[in-house]
T-cell receptor, first 111, second 115 residues
Framework: GDSVTQMEGPVTLSEEAFLTINCTYTATGYPSLFWYVQYPGEGLQLLLKATKADDKGSNKGFEATYRKETTSFHLEKGSVQVSDSAVYFCALRSGNTPLVFGKGTRLSVIA | DARVTQTPRHKVTEMGQEVTMRCQPILGHNTVFWYRQTMMQGLELLAY????????DSGMPKDRFSAEMPDATLATLKIQPSEPRDSAVYFC?????????????FGSGTRLTVV
């Protein structure tokens, strides 16, 4: 079945550092890809998405490019802030099936 | 902004007691999901409904869990009897079945502690 693999955390960065969180997927067909973010004590929020190969999703300074050749959707941000500290989930969806999530990567940004 | 509302936000109960969690999906969303989040397992899909009909509940322990949608504005997840291993955060999410392009909107979750 479909699956998502994320780099294990936690990831600890200093403010203004560059962030990459790796995500690869396995799917039959052509899924849509998503990044969700979960702040402490809250539910998941959609951060960005890409629906076809070579699409780039972006939001709040975060970006991810749908790479079909490497089955990847890595999340990047050029300069992280303390307020970006959260858990980040990569996910995919094929057709009308439910979202399949990775296990999440916890990011801590220190001032 | 439209939101998914879950109640209660926190619940502490004794082993063996019945627990009911409620979810009000976003108006117009026809698909509702129940997820459970734990440190060990991450996010697990328990069940989901489309147009109020259950489509898949294979993620739920059938002997103690049940999920229903009595109407389009309410989804419930019930555990009877509860056990300490059920301690987790339970999330409800809603979405439309517009196809793969659409993500879901999540509620803030119910944090359940069974002692």
């Amino acid at each position: 079945g479909d699956s998502v693999t994320q780099m294990e955390g936690p990831v600890t960065l200093s403010e203004e550092a560059f962030l990459t969180i790796n995500c690869t997927y396995t799917a039959t067909g052509y899924p849509s890809l998503f990044w969700y973010v979960q702040y402490p004590g809250e539910g998941l929020q959609l951060l960005l998405k890409a629906t076809k190969a070579d699409d780039k999703g972006s939001n709040k300074g975060f970006e991810a490019t749908y790479r079909k050749e490497t089955t990847s959707f890595h999340l990047e941000k050029g300069s992280v802030q303390v307020s970006d500290s959260a858990v980040y989930f990569c996910a995919l969806r094929s057709g009308n099936t439910p979202l399949v999530f990775g296990k999440g990567t916890r990011l801590s940004v220190i001032a | 902004d439209a939101r998914v509302t879950q109640t209660p936000r926190h619940k502490v109960t004794e082993m063996g007691q019945e627990v009911t969690m409620r979810c009000q999906p976003i108006l117009g969303h026809n698909t509702v999901f129940w997820y459970r989040q734990t440190m060990m397992q991450g996010l697990e899909l328990l069940a989901y409904f489309r147009n109020r009909a259950p489509l898949d509940d294979s993620g739920m322990p059938k002997d103690r869990f049940s999920a229903e949608m009595p109407d389009a504005t309410l989804a419930t997840l019930k555990i009877q009897p509860s056990e300490p291993r059920d301690s987790a955060v339970y999330f409800c999410a809603s979405g439309s079945n517009g196809g793969a392009n659409y993500g879901y909107t999540f509620g803030s979750g119910t944090r359940l502690t069974v002692v």
